[in-house]
C-alpha cells in the first residue's frame, strides 16, 4: 500500500486556469520529479475554490497550508522550500483576511491527509481474480499462515488493540464480536460473511468480492480460527451474478488447494465454506433475517437479544462480519494492531471504502483514512458539483442520514458523526444539488421503505405505509401543519418500538428533514411552493 | 495445481510464484490487463477482451499474456486496459471499445507507440 507523506491540491476550475492553473500544475509535475518526491506526495486537483484574487489556489496537507495566488515561477520555490525542506513559506501564503475565512474550514484538517490509502482495495484490479497464484504473488496467505503460529486468543488481541469497528453501518468494535463468539459455550460455531449488500448506491462490497475473492476465504479461515469455528458462509446478494461465480471458484479452487477441508496445513483445524445466493430483500442485510434466510426459512429478523454471537445460525454462536470488515483482517493480521492505529482517527482507526455518486463530476469508488470531510471528498475526489452548489449528502444508503450542507465539515468517523445526530452508515456517499427538493427525496426514501418492511412487527409495517403517504400528500399540496406533529410522533414510534434496524432507521430521513429542512417543508405546506421546482404540488 | 500441507508449504509458495512472476516480468512478454468486473462487463469489456484475443490470433503475435482482473472503482472510465511492454512502465487507457483496443494492439503493442488520447487520467 502506497502512504504518501504529504498531499497538494490545486485549484483547476474555469476561474484558476483563465489564471494559469495548468501551467502551475505542470511545473509541479517537474518541480516533484526534480526534487525526487513523486513517491511521497500526493498530487491532485479541486474544483475553484475561494475567490479569484488568490486563484490558483495550492493547498498542502497534512499542515493544512493555503497559498495562493501561485504562478508557475513560483512552484519551484514552494516545492523546495514547503515539500523538501519541509518549512511554510511564509511569503506566499494566503494574505486576503476575507480569503481565509473562507478557506477557515482548513484549520481543523491540521495532522492528516486524506489522500488515497487503499488497505482492503490494496489488489483489487490488480490481481486476477480467477488465479490463486496470482493471489500467492502479492503476499496472498501470508497472513493465514501468520495467524495459525499463534493462539487463537493472540489473534482476537490484536483485532481488539486494533480498534477495527464493523464497515456494515453500525460500528460495532469487531474484537469484542470475536471474543464473544469464542467465549460462547458450545463446540459448533459458524463464520458468515454478510455480502448481502442491499443499501441502494453501495457497490464497495461487490468490487471487493469481484476484485479479490482470496482474500475473503483467508480473512475467514483467520475468524474461523480465532473464534473456533468450524464452517463458514457467505451470504451474497442475488443481484451479484459476478460475483458469485467469482467467489464460488474461488472456493473450489482453494479446496483443491488444500487450505479449505479438514485437518487444514496439518494443524487439526477443520473449516470449509458455503455460498448462499439471496433473492433480492433489502431485509435480509440484516444480521438475524441473514440467518432465517440461510436456514430456508421467510428472510424475517429475530427478537434480540439472544444475539448471534451466543444463539445464531440454527441456535449455535455465529460471528457475521460485514465483507469489507474481513476485508480488513489480513492487513491487521500482516503489519499489526500499531500499524493499523496509525491511519484514520484515534476512536475510529483505519480506512473506510466510500462510493461517491449524485450530482458530482466524477463517481466511482474511493478507500480514504477515517475522518475526511464530505467537503473534502466532493472536491478532491468527486471533482466539484456538477452545475450548482451541494445543497445534501445522503450517506450509507437508505438507512443512512441525509447530511445538510452545514455539516460537510463535520469528520467522517463513527463517533463525530454521532456526536452530531447523523450516522455514516454503509458507505454510499449520494452527493444531491439544490435542484433536489428535500421532500420529493424522503418521499422517495419512504416509499423504498414501505415496499422493502417485510411486515412482521405493527410499527414498521403501517408507520412506513402512513409516512409515504403523508410524504406523498405533502408533495401534492395536500400537506398540514398537523402532518409534520404526525410525521414526528410516528418517527419517534417507529425508533422507539420496531424490532429490527428497518423499522429503526427509517424515520432516520423524517427526523434529518425536519431538524434542517424545516423552512423548506413548510413552504410546501403553507406557501404551496416546491422551491427546488420537483414536486407537482397539485398542478 | 499443488495441495500444501504445512504452513511453511504456504510460505515457501509464495516465494515460488514470486521468483515465477519475476521470471514472467523478465521473459520480455507483453502483459495486458483487462478490468472485467460487473461494471467493466456492463460497459462491454467481454468485446473489448474479444477484439484483442482476436487481434493476437489473427497476427499470430507470440508471447502475451492477456488476463483479467477486477474493477479499479473509477465508474465511467471502464473498460480499463493496462498494457506493460517488457522493460516499460505500465500504461493504462480508459472506456476502450473495440475499435480502440484494436488501435492500441496495432500502435501501442506492435508499433510501440503510446496512444496519448485515450489515456486514463485519475
Known sequence: MKQYRSMVLISNGDSSQSKGSEAVIDAFHQAIEKYDLTSEVYLTTIPDS??????????????????????????????????????????????????????????????????????????????????????????????????????????????????????????????????????????????????????????????????????????????????????????????????????????????????????????????DIHVHSGAGAYICGEETALLESIEGKRGEPRQKPPYPTTYGLWGKPTLINNVETLGNIPPIIQNGAEWFRAQGTPSSPGTKVYTILGNVNKTGLMEVPMGITLREVIGIYGKGMKSSAFKFAQTGGSSGSIIPAILQDTPMDFDSYRNVGVSLGSGALLICDDSNCIVDCVRVLMRFFQVESCGKCVPCRIGTEQALEIMTAITQGRGTMDHLAQLEWLRKGMEDFSNCGLGQTAGTPIKNMLDHFRAEVEAHIKLGVCPAGVCEMGG | MPTINSIEDLKRLREEAQKIKE???????????????????????????????????ENHLPDIILRQTGNLGLSGMDPVVKVTLPDQEEVSYCKVNPDIARKIMQDHVVDGNVLTDYLLKV
Open chain 2, 23 to 57: 521470471m514472467r516480468d523478465q521473459a520480455g512478454k507483453t502483459q495486458i490487463v483487462v478490468g472485467m468486473g460487473t461494471i467493466g462487463i456492463a460497459a462491454g469489456a467481454r468485446e473489448t477482451l474479444k477484439t484483442i484475443l482476436t487481434f493476437i490470433e
Open chain 1, 50 to 271: 475561494g475567490s479569484p484574487k488568490s486563484q490558483p489556489l495550492v493547498i498542502v496537507y497534512p499542515e493544512a497550508v493555503a497559498y495562493g495566488p501561485v504562478s508557475a515561477e513560483k512552484v519551484d520555490f514552494l516545492v523546495s522550500e514547503h515539500l523538501y525542506k519541509g518549512r511554510v513559506a511564509e511569503s506566499l501564503k494566503v494574505s486576503d483576511p476575507f480569503e481565509i475565512k473562507r478557506i477557515s474550514w482548513l484549520v481543523q484538517r491540521t495532522g492528516t491527509i486524506p489522500a488515497e490509502n487503499r488497505i482492503v482495495l490494496e489488489y483489487v484490479g490488480v490481481i486476477d481474480p480467477t488465479s490463486i497464484n496470482d493471489f500467492l504473488t502479492h503476499d496472498g496467505g501470508q497472513a493465514f499462515a501468520t495467524a495459525m503460529e499463534m493462539e487463537p486468543q493472540r489473534i482476537i488481541d490484536i483485532i481488539k488493540k486494533s480498534g477495527l469497528r464493523g464497515r456494515g453501518g453500525a460500528g460495532f468494535p469487531t474484537g469484542i464480536k470475536w471474543q464473544a463468539v469464542r467465549d460462547a459455550p458450545g463446540n459448533k460455531k459458524y463464520v458468515i460473511c454478510n455480502a448481502d449488500e442491499s443499501e441502494p448506491g453501495t457497490f464497495k462490497d461487490r468490487v471487493i468480492l469481484e476484485g479479490n475473492p482470496f482474500s475473503m476465504i483467508e480473512a475467514m479461515l483467520i475468524a474461523g480460527y480465532a473464534c473456533g469455528a468450524d464452517e463458514g458462509y457467505i451470504y451474497i446478494r442475488g443481484e451479484y451474478h459476478d460475483a458469485l461465480e467469482k467467489i464460488t471458484n474461488a472456493i473450489i479452487a482453494a479446496r483443491e488447494f488444500g487450505v479449505l477441508g479438514k485437518n487444514i496445513l496439518n494443524t487439526g483445524f477443520d473449516f
